[in-house]
Protein backbone atom coordinates (compact mmCIF):
# COMPACT_ATOMS: atom_id res chain seq x y z
CA UNK A 1 0.00 0.00 0.00
CA UNK A 2 1.27 3.51 -0.85
CA UNK A 3 -1.40 5.38 0.01
CA UNK A 4 -3.90 5.33 3.05
CA UNK A 5 -6.97 6.16 0.15
CA UNK A 6 -6.10 2.39 -0.83
CA UNK A 7 -7.42 0.95 2.75
CA UNK A 8 -10.56 -0.50 2.73
CA UNK A 9 -11.12 2.59 5.42
CA UNK A 10 -14.21 4.11 5.79
CA UNK A 11 -14.48 8.11 4.03
CA UNK A 12 -14.74 9.39 7.55
CA UNK A 13 -11.29 7.79 8.27
CA UNK A 14 -9.97 9.00 5.05
CA UNK A 15 -10.87 12.92 5.61
CA UNK A 16 -9.43 12.50 8.83
CA UNK A 17 -5.97 11.15 7.54
CA UNK A 18 -5.68 13.86 5.13
CA UNK A 19 -6.77 16.52 7.10
CA UNK A 20 -4.42 15.76 9.62
CA UNK A 21 -1.25 15.27 6.89
CA UNK A 22 -0.87 11.41 6.73
CA UNK A 23 -0.59 10.46 3.29
CA UNK A 24 1.57 7.44 2.99
CA UNK A 25 1.63 4.68 5.12
CA UNK A 26 4.42 3.41 7.26
CA UNK A 27 5.74 -0.23 6.23
CA UNK A 28 4.18 -1.83 9.86
CA UNK A 29 1.01 0.61 8.76
CA UNK A 30 0.65 -0.85 5.74
CA UNK A 31 0.95 -4.58 6.53
CA UNK A 32 -1.06 -4.52 9.74
CA UNK A 33 -3.85 -2.72 8.80
CA UNK A 34 -5.26 -4.75 6.35
CA UNK A 35 -5.91 -8.08 8.48
CA UNK A 36 -6.66 -6.10 11.30
CA UNK A 37 -9.67 -4.38 9.46
CA UNK A 38 -10.65 -7.69 8.58
CA UNK A 39 -10.94 -9.07 12.11
CA UNK A 40 -7.51 -10.80 12.13
CA UNK A 41 -5.38 -11.25 15.50
CA UNK A 42 -2.22 -9.46 14.43
CA UNK A 43 1.38 -9.70 16.08
CA UNK A 44 3.68 -6.85 14.70
CA UNK A 45 7.42 -5.98 15.96
CA UNK A 46 8.59 -3.32 14.80
CA UNK A 47 11.40 -0.10 15.52
CA UNK A 48 10.39 2.72 17.84
CA UNK A 49 8.94 5.71 16.06
CA UNK A 50 7.79 3.40 13.10
CA UNK A 51 3.85 4.55 13.24
CA UNK A 52 2.64 1.66 15.21
CA UNK A 53 -0.29 3.62 16.93
CA UNK A 54 -2.30 4.22 13.92
CA UNK A 55 -2.05 0.37 13.08
CA UNK A 56 -4.41 -0.43 15.74
CA UNK A 57 -6.48 3.18 16.07
CA UNK A 58 -7.60 3.08 12.42
CA UNK A 59 -8.66 -0.45 12.31
CA UNK A 60 -10.77 -0.20 15.75
CA UNK A 61 -12.44 3.24 14.89
CA UNK A 62 -13.54 1.25 11.47
CA UNK A 63 -14.48 -1.56 12.86
CA UNK A 64 -16.65 -0.27 16.18
CA UNK A 65 -18.33 2.39 13.28
CA UNK A 66 -19.35 0.01 11.66
CA UNK A 67 -21.43 -2.19 14.79
CA UNK A 68 -24.89 -1.64 15.59
CA UNK A 69 -25.23 0.53 18.75
CA UNK A 70 -24.54 -1.30 22.09
CA UNK A 71 -23.75 -0.25 25.04
CA UNK A 72 -20.39 -1.53 26.68
CA UNK A 73 -16.96 -1.15 26.24
CA UNK A 74 -15.90 -2.78 23.12
CA UNK A 75 -12.60 -2.59 22.81
CA UNK A 76 -9.30 -1.42 25.16
CA UNK A 77 -5.69 -0.72 24.30
CA UNK A 78 -3.55 -1.16 27.27
CA UNK A 79 -0.43 0.90 27.54
CA UNK A 80 3.05 0.73 29.54
CA UNK A 81 3.14 4.11 30.74
CA UNK A 82 0.53 7.43 31.11
CA UNK A 83 2.20 9.55 28.63
CA UNK A 84 1.77 7.03 26.22
CA UNK A 85 -1.96 5.96 26.93
CA UNK A 86 -2.65 9.91 26.82
CA UNK A 87 -0.58 9.91 23.53
CA UNK A 88 -3.05 7.15 22.09
CA UNK A 89 -5.97 8.90 23.00
CA UNK A 90 -5.21 11.96 21.81
CA UNK A 91 -4.64 10.30 18.24
CA UNK A 92 -7.85 8.46 18.74
CA UNK A 93 -9.82 11.66 19.03
CA UNK A 94 -8.30 13.14 16.21
CA UNK A 95 -8.56 10.26 13.97
CA UNK A 96 -12.32 9.54 15.03
CA UNK A 97 -13.74 13.43 14.60
CA UNK A 98 -17.10 13.35 13.51
CA UNK A 99 -18.14 9.36 14.33
CA UNK A 100 -19.88 7.84 17.29
CA UNK A 101 -16.99 6.02 18.81
CA UNK A 102 -15.67 7.82 21.87
CA UNK A 103 -12.78 7.12 23.64
CA UNK A 104 -12.05 7.06 27.62
CA UNK A 105 -8.58 7.20 29.58
CA UNK A 106 -7.75 5.23 32.36
CA UNK A 107 -4.80 5.81 34.36
CA UNK A 108 -2.93 6.30 37.62
CA UNK A 109 -1.14 9.63 38.82
CA UNK A 110 -4.18 11.90 38.35
CA UNK A 111 -7.91 11.85 40.03
CA UNK A 112 -10.61 9.12 39.04
CA UNK A 113 -13.40 10.92 39.09
CA UNK A 114 -13.46 12.50 35.86
CA UNK A 115 -12.42 9.29 34.09
CA UNK A 116 -15.22 7.18 35.84
CA UNK A 117 -17.51 10.06 34.41
CA UNK A 118 -16.06 9.79 30.86
CA UNK A 119 -16.96 5.80 31.18
CA UNK A 120 -20.71 6.35 32.47
CA UNK A 121 -21.28 8.99 29.79
CA UNK A 122 -21.15 6.08 27.29
CA UNK A 123 -17.75 4.90 25.68
CA UNK A 124 -16.65 1.98 23.32
CA UNK A 125 -12.86 2.33 23.89
CA UNK A 126 -10.92 2.72 27.10
CA UNK A 127 -6.77 3.47 26.56
CA UNK A 128 -5.78 2.75 30.07
CA UNK A 129 -2.30 1.54 31.87
CA UNK A 130 -3.11 -2.06 33.13
CA UNK A 131 -2.78 -1.07 37.34
CA UNK A 132 -5.52 1.39 37.09
CA UNK A 133 -7.92 -0.35 35.01
CA UNK A 134 -7.66 -3.66 37.57
CA UNK A 135 -8.72 -1.20 39.86
CA UNK A 136 -11.05 -0.03 38.60
CA UNK A 137 -12.35 -3.49 37.47
CA UNK A 138 -11.59 -5.29 40.78
CA UNK A 139 -14.46 -2.52 42.22
CA UNK A 140 -16.88 -3.12 40.07
CA UNK A 141 -16.52 0.20 38.28
CA UNK A 142 -15.70 -0.95 34.78
CA UNK A 143 -17.08 -3.85 33.10
CA UNK A 144 -15.62 -5.39 30.43
CA UNK A 145 -17.59 -8.52 29.33
CA UNK A 146 -18.50 -7.03 25.83
CA UNK A 147 -15.08 -6.71 24.58
CA UNK A 148 -14.17 -7.68 21.03
CA UNK A 149 -10.99 -5.81 20.47
CA UNK A 150 -7.80 -6.26 23.04
CA UNK A 151 -4.43 -3.79 21.91
CA UNK A 152 -0.94 -4.45 24.12
CA UNK A 153 0.62 -1.74 22.78
CA UNK A 154 4.49 -2.26 23.77
CA UNK A 155 3.58 -5.31 25.34
CA UNK A 156 7.24 -6.37 26.04
CA UNK A 157 7.49 -3.09 28.06
CA UNK A 158 4.89 -3.93 30.07
CA UNK A 159 5.91 -7.17 30.71
CA UNK A 160 9.63 -5.43 31.65
CA UNK A 161 7.81 -3.25 34.07
CA UNK A 162 6.17 -5.99 35.69
CA UNK A 163 2.67 -5.83 34.45
CA UNK A 164 2.29 -9.09 33.93
CA UNK A 165 0.38 -10.52 36.43
CA UNK A 166 -2.53 -7.70 36.09
CA UNK A 167 -2.21 -8.35 32.28
CA UNK A 168 -3.57 -11.87 33.02
CA UNK A 169 -5.93 -10.66 35.16
CA UNK A 170 -7.59 -8.40 32.89
CA UNK A 171 -7.46 -11.13 30.06
CA UNK A 172 -9.05 -13.46 32.22
CA UNK A 173 -12.46 -11.42 32.54
CA UNK A 174 -12.28 -9.99 28.77
CA UNK A 175 -14.37 -12.59 26.43
CA UNK A 176 -11.92 -15.13 24.75
CA UNK A 177 -13.53 -14.55 21.50
CA UNK A 178 -12.41 -11.12 20.59
CA UNK A 179 -9.80 -9.96 18.16
CA UNK A 180 -6.07 -9.16 19.53
CA UNK A 181 -3.45 -7.00 18.37
CA UNK A 182 0.00 -7.36 19.84
CA UNK A 183 2.06 -4.22 19.20
CA UNK A 184 5.79 -3.78 20.60
CA UNK A 185 9.37 -3.10 19.44
CA UNK A 186 10.94 -6.21 20.23
CA UNK A 187 9.58 -10.08 21.57
CA UNK A 188 11.29 -11.58 24.24
CA UNK A 189 10.70 -14.81 25.51
CA UNK A 190 8.00 -13.93 27.98
CA UNK A 191 6.20 -11.92 25.43
CA UNK A 192 6.11 -15.28 23.20
CA UNK A 193 4.83 -17.04 25.89
CA UNK A 194 1.89 -14.40 25.98
CA UNK A 195 1.69 -14.36 22.29
CA UNK A 196 0.88 -17.96 22.02
CA UNK A 197 -1.63 -18.38 24.64
CA UNK A 198 -3.46 -15.62 23.59
CA UNK A 199 -3.80 -14.89 19.92
CA UNK A 200 -5.92 -17.43 17.50
CA UNK A 201 -3.82 -17.94 13.94
CA UNK A 202 -2.42 -14.44 14.11
CA UNK A 203 -0.94 -12.20 10.91
CA UNK A 204 2.82 -11.91 11.90
CA UNK A 205 4.48 -8.24 10.87
CA UNK A 206 8.48 -8.04 11.32
CA UNK A 207 9.16 -4.37 10.14
CA UNK A 208 13.16 -4.13 10.23
CA UNK A 209 15.44 -5.14 13.18
CA UNK A 210 13.91 -4.75 16.13
CA UNK A 211 17.34 -5.06 17.90
CA UNK A 212 18.97 -2.15 16.26
CA UNK A 213 18.18 1.89 16.16
CA UNK A 214 16.98 2.60 12.55
CA UNK A 215 19.69 3.72 10.22
CA UNK A 216 18.20 7.55 10.03
CA UNK A 217 20.13 8.12 13.77
CA UNK A 218 23.58 9.14 14.16
CA UNK A 219 24.87 7.22 16.89
CA UNK A 220 28.11 8.78 18.74
CA UNK A 221 30.16 7.71 21.35
CA UNK A 222 32.21 10.16 24.15
CA UNK A 223 34.62 8.41 26.74
CA UNK A 224 34.64 11.37 29.24
CA UNK A 225 35.07 11.88 32.91
CA UNK A 226 32.42 12.55 35.17
CA UNK A 227 33.32 16.00 36.24
CA UNK A 228 33.45 17.06 32.51
CA UNK A 229 29.96 15.43 31.42
CA UNK A 230 28.02 18.48 32.42
CA UNK A 231 30.63 20.79 30.64
CA UNK A 232 30.28 18.31 27.54
CA UNK A 233 26.17 18.77 27.43
CA UNK A 234 26.67 22.70 27.84
CA UNK A 235 28.89 22.83 25.00
CA UNK A 236 26.69 20.46 22.38
CA UNK A 237 23.63 23.04 23.69
CA UNK A 238 25.54 25.93 22.63
CA UNK A 239 27.12 24.38 19.26
CA UNK A 240 24.10 22.53 18.03
CA UNK A 241 20.40 23.61 17.20
CA UNK A 242 17.41 22.02 18.35
CA UNK A 243 15.57 20.00 21.08
CA UNK A 244 17.45 17.79 23.14
CA UNK A 245 16.36 14.30 25.34
CA UNK A 246 18.45 13.72 28.35
CA UNK A 247 18.45 10.65 30.05
CA UNK A 248 19.64 10.05 33.49
CA UNK A 249 19.37 6.81 35.45
CA UNK A 250 18.04 7.81 38.69
CA UNK A 251 15.33 10.23 39.67
CA UNK A 252 17.75 12.43 41.61
CA UNK A 253 20.05 12.79 38.73
CA UNK A 254 17.63 13.90 36.49
CA UNK A 255 16.97 16.76 38.88
CA UNK A 256 20.06 17.76 40.08
CA UNK A 257 21.07 17.76 36.16
CA UNK A 258 17.90 19.74 35.25
CA UNK A 259 18.69 22.45 38.09
CA UNK A 260 22.45 22.66 36.47
CA UNK A 261 21.04 23.86 33.43
CA UNK A 262 18.31 25.29 34.38
CA UNK A 263 21.13 28.20 36.13
CA UNK A 264 23.14 28.19 32.84
CA UNK A 265 20.23 29.68 31.23
CA UNK A 266 18.18 26.52 29.15
CA UNK A 267 15.01 26.12 29.57
CA UNK A 268 14.59 22.68 31.00
CA UNK A 269 11.97 20.29 32.83
CA UNK A 270 12.13 16.99 33.77
CA UNK A 271 10.23 14.07 33.78
CA UNK A 272 9.98 10.89 36.28
CA UNK A 273 8.41 8.40 38.37
CA UNK A 274 8.51 10.96 41.59
CA UNK A 275 6.39 13.55 39.36
CA UNK A 276 2.73 13.90 39.72
CA UNK A 277 1.31 13.37 36.53
CA UNK A 278 -0.08 16.91 36.07
CA UNK A 279 4.19 17.61 36.20
CA UNK A 280 4.62 15.09 33.89
CA UNK A 281 1.93 16.19 31.17
CA UNK A 282 2.80 19.67 31.67
CA UNK A 283 6.73 19.16 30.96
CA UNK A 284 6.11 16.99 28.03
CA UNK A 285 3.75 19.89 26.80
CA UNK A 286 5.99 22.17 27.24
CA UNK A 287 8.62 19.85 25.46
CA UNK A 288 6.67 19.42 22.60
CA UNK A 289 5.82 23.15 22.28
CA UNK A 290 9.38 24.08 22.35
CA UNK A 291 9.29 26.23 25.11
CA UNK A 292 11.73 24.12 26.98
CA UNK A 293 14.53 23.02 24.83
CA UNK A 294 15.76 20.34 26.96
CA UNK A 295 13.99 17.30 28.50
CA UNK A 296 15.56 15.52 31.27
CA UNK A 297 13.87 11.83 31.81
CA UNK A 298 14.66 8.52 32.95
CA UNK A 299 13.75 5.59 31.37
CA UNK A 300 10.10 6.03 32.29
CA UNK A 301 10.27 8.03 29.40
CA UNK A 302 12.20 5.50 27.09
CA UNK A 303 8.68 4.18 25.00
CA UNK A 304 6.33 6.73 26.76
CA UNK A 305 7.67 9.64 24.68
CA UNK A 306 6.18 10.13 21.06
CA UNK A 307 6.96 13.43 20.28
CA UNK A 308 8.14 14.50 16.43
CA UNK A 309 11.19 16.53 15.90
CA UNK A 310 13.53 15.16 18.60
CA UNK A 311 16.71 16.55 17.15
CA UNK A 312 18.96 15.08 19.57
CA UNK A 313 19.33 12.16 22.49
CA UNK A 314 21.75 12.38 24.96
CA UNK A 315 22.43 9.27 26.87
CA UNK A 316 23.92 11.20 29.96
CA UNK A 317 24.05 8.00 32.20
CA UNK A 318 24.01 4.75 30.19
CA UNK A 319 20.70 2.28 30.92
CA UNK A 320 20.39 -0.21 33.57
CA UNK A 321 19.36 -2.74 30.51
CA UNK A 322 21.21 -2.52 27.12
CA UNK A 323 17.84 -3.50 25.55
CA UNK A 324 16.76 0.06 27.06
CA UNK A 325 19.33 1.86 24.71
CA UNK A 326 17.32 0.86 21.83
CA UNK A 327 14.25 2.69 22.99
CA UNK A 328 16.13 5.50 24.24
CA UNK A 329 17.86 6.22 20.80
CA UNK A 330 14.45 5.62 19.10
CA UNK A 331 12.66 8.90 20.53
CA UNK A 332 14.75 10.59 17.66
CA UNK A 333 15.34 9.66 13.97
CA UNK A 334 11.18 9.16 14.06
CA UNK A 335 9.11 8.28 10.94
CA UNK A 336 11.93 8.03 8.79
CA UNK A 337 13.67 11.69 9.63
CA UNK A 338 17.34 12.33 10.97
CA UNK A 339 18.43 12.39 14.58
CA UNK A 340 21.34 12.40 16.38
CA UNK A 341 22.28 9.92 19.60
CA UNK A 342 25.68 10.79 21.75
CA UNK A 343 26.23 8.46 24.54
CA UNK A 344 28.44 9.45 27.68
CA UNK A 345 30.61 6.86 29.38
CA UNK A 346 33.40 6.95 31.25
CA UNK A 347 36.59 4.30 31.01
CA UNK A 348 35.15 2.35 33.97
CA UNK A 349 31.97 1.80 31.48
CA UNK A 350 33.80 -0.07 28.10
CA UNK A 351 32.98 -3.84 29.17
CA UNK A 352 28.77 -2.16 29.19
CA UNK A 353 29.48 0.10 25.94
CA UNK A 354 31.07 -3.32 24.10
CA UNK A 355 28.31 -5.29 25.39
CA UNK A 356 25.33 -2.41 23.95
CA UNK A 357 27.54 -2.71 20.64
CA UNK A 358 27.30 -6.81 20.38
CA UNK A 359 23.70 -6.19 21.31
CA UNK A 360 23.50 -3.56 17.99
CA UNK A 361 25.41 -5.04 15.59
CA UNK A 362 26.75 -1.93 15.32
CA UNK A 363 29.50 0.41 16.51
CA UNK A 364 29.10 3.75 17.87
CA UNK A 365 30.98 6.72 16.06
CA UNK A 366 34.27 7.61 18.54
CA UNK A 367 34.37 10.94 19.00
CA UNK A 368 36.81 12.84 21.19
CA UNK A 369 35.99 15.26 23.72
CA UNK A 370 36.96 18.85 23.21
CA UNK A 371 40.10 19.89 25.62
CA UNK A 372 38.19 23.10 25.90
CA UNK A 373 35.23 21.14 27.90
CA UNK A 374 35.76 22.16 31.09
CA UNK A 375 35.63 20.31 34.68
CA UNK A 376 32.38 20.79 37.14
CA UNK A 377 33.24 22.32 40.28
CA UNK A 378 31.92 20.47 43.32
CA UNK A 379 30.81 23.06 45.38
CA UNK A 380 31.55 22.07 49.06
CA UNK A 381 28.60 22.06 51.58
CA UNK A 382 28.88 25.80 53.76
CA UNK A 383 30.63 25.63 56.73
CA UNK A 384 28.12 26.49 59.49
CA UNK A 385 29.95 27.74 62.49
CA UNK A 386 28.70 26.29 66.39
CA UNK A 387 29.30 28.24 69.27
CA UNK A 388 30.84 26.43 71.93
CA UNK A 389 28.88 25.81 74.80
CA UNK A 390 28.91 28.76 77.49
CA UNK A 391 29.59 28.57 80.60
CA UNK A 392 26.95 27.59 83.47
CA UNK A 393 25.05 31.35 84.33
CA UNK A 394 25.81 31.71 88.05
CA UNK A 395 22.83 33.10 90.03
CA UNK A 396 22.71 35.50 92.59
CA UNK A 397 21.24 34.65 95.45
CA UNK A 398 18.20 36.98 96.30
CA UNK A 399 17.23 37.79 99.99
CA UNK A 400 13.87 37.19 100.39
CA UNK A 401 11.42 39.69 102.96
CA UNK A 402 8.71 37.02 103.49
CA UNK A 403 8.08 35.90 107.13
CA UNK A 404 10.39 33.11 108.21
CA UNK A 405 8.21 29.48 108.52
CA UNK A 406 7.87 28.14 112.70
CA UNK A 407 9.09 24.90 112.63
CA UNK A 408 6.02 22.83 113.41
Keep these: MKSFSEFSLSALLKSNLEKNGFKEP ?3 QAQAIEPALAGRDVVATAQTGTGKTLA ?7 LLAE ?13 PTRELALQIHETFVMMSAGSQVRAAVVIGGVGENSQLTSIRKGVQVIVATPGRLYDFLSRGLVALGHVRILVLDEAD ?20 ERQTLFFSATIESSVKHLVETHVRNAVRV ?12 DLHLYEVEPDRKL ?4 MMLRDEQGSFLVFARTKHGADRLAKKLSRDGVKTATIHGNRSQNQRTQALRGFQDGYYRVLVATDIAARGIHVEGISHVVNYDLPQAPEDFIHRVGRTGRM ?3 GTASTFATRGERADIAHIERILATRLVRRQVSPEVCREVKTSAPVIEIASASPRPQFRRVRSFAPRRRAI
Design 336 to 338: GSG
Design 26 to 28: TPV
Design 231 to 234: GLLQ
Design 56 to 62: FVLPIIH
Design 67 to 79: EPARGGVRAVILS
Design 157 to 176: RMLDMGFLPTIKRIMAVIPA
Design 206 to 217: EIGSTTKPVDTI
